[in-house]
């Protein structure tokens, strides 16, 4: 295998200079043996990425993408589960019939499953064209289906990427303790807890069974979370005109309580269950490898 030129890739990104040694360190030997997975299983493979809010998996899935067609000419593509979003319509019917904190994307219940699974069968099936869903986060609701993407040819890896993949329904018990002021003050009947937890039980499981690999890019903590996902927003600020569409440091920490419960469940179960573990520091630097 030649030396492959990600340079281009850290520039449209804007990554700092240090990811090319943390590619090249780690995740370059993994691309290499994803593929010869793949290619000894000679169908197509479904590769899932869990990680929190902000911890790069959405880069890494887009480096694994570059890198299978650079160095192996092996076609892929990357998809999110954040695309597969109800779209805001939907989701304020999800919180007049169950709960408001349905109207609010995020959590599993907040997801089309049936489109994320029609969407990867396709993939699998290798059927062409299939048109793959976007979310706009700026608008908070999906792109109308013309601004979709279209894959004209058939994909041998599928990257699939989100901060829920992976996770499993907690016992009922465990629902009752709220984990912030969240849960404390606007889920007082658990009725938004149970919902959540019932999807992952079901329709959630269903789909994250369709994964064949597993990378999970481990947070230190929830704490660290905050920051990153500020970070995010204010890279989102950046690339659109509109400031209006986007969410103060103050709405973040709102927002991420969404997120908290299950995150930190993941955390505590997840490791143990995936291919390729990297352990994150404060500053997403890998300091473990599993």
Request: include cysteine.
């Amino acid at each position: 295998m030649q030396k492959i030129d990600i340079n281009s890739f850290i520039q449209h990104q804007k990554l700092p200079t240090n990811y090319v040694q943390l590619a090249e360190q780690y995740f370059f030997p993994m691309a290499k043996q994803i593929v010869e997975q793949q290619q000894k299983t000679n169908k197509p493979l479904i590769l899932g990425i869990n990680g929190a809010q902000g911890s790069g998996k959405s880069t890494l899935a887009e480096l694994l993408v570059f890198l299978f067609k650079q160095d192996y000419q092996v076609n892929s593509v990357a998809i999110s589960i954040d695309d597969f979003y109800f779209t805001r319509q939907q989701r304020i019917e999800l919180a007049e019939n169950i709960h408001p904190l349905l109207a609010t994307r995020g959590v599993p219940g907040t997801h089309d499953v049936l489109l994320a699974q029609q969407t990867l069968d396709s993939l699998i099936q290798g059927k062409k064209p299939v048109s793959i869903p976007r979310f706009n986060k700026a608008d908070d609701d999906r792109y109308a289906q013309e601004q979709w993407d279209v894959l004209e040819h058939p994909v041998d890896i599928i990257v699939f990427e989100g901060w829920c993949l992976g996770a499993e329904a907690q016992k009922v018990d465990d629902l009752k303790q709220p984990v912030n002021a969240l849960e404390k003050n606007y889920d007082t009947g658990l009725v938004w807890r149970n919902y959540v937890n019932q999807q992952l039980q079901y329709e959630y499981a269903t789909l994250f069974n369709k994964v064949d690999l597993w990378i999970m890019l481990k947070a230190p903590n929830f704490d660290c979370i905050f920051n990153w996902r500020l970070q995010q927003e204010n890279k989102l600020r950046a690339s659109i005109k509109d400031n209006n569409k986007t969410m103060d440091a103050d709405e973040v920490k709102q927002f991420i309580q969404y997120y908290q419960r299950i995150t930190e469940y993941l955390l505590k179960t997840l490791p143990n269950k995936v291919d390729y573990l990297f352990e994150l520091d404060e500053q997403r630097n890998i300091i473990h490898k599993a």
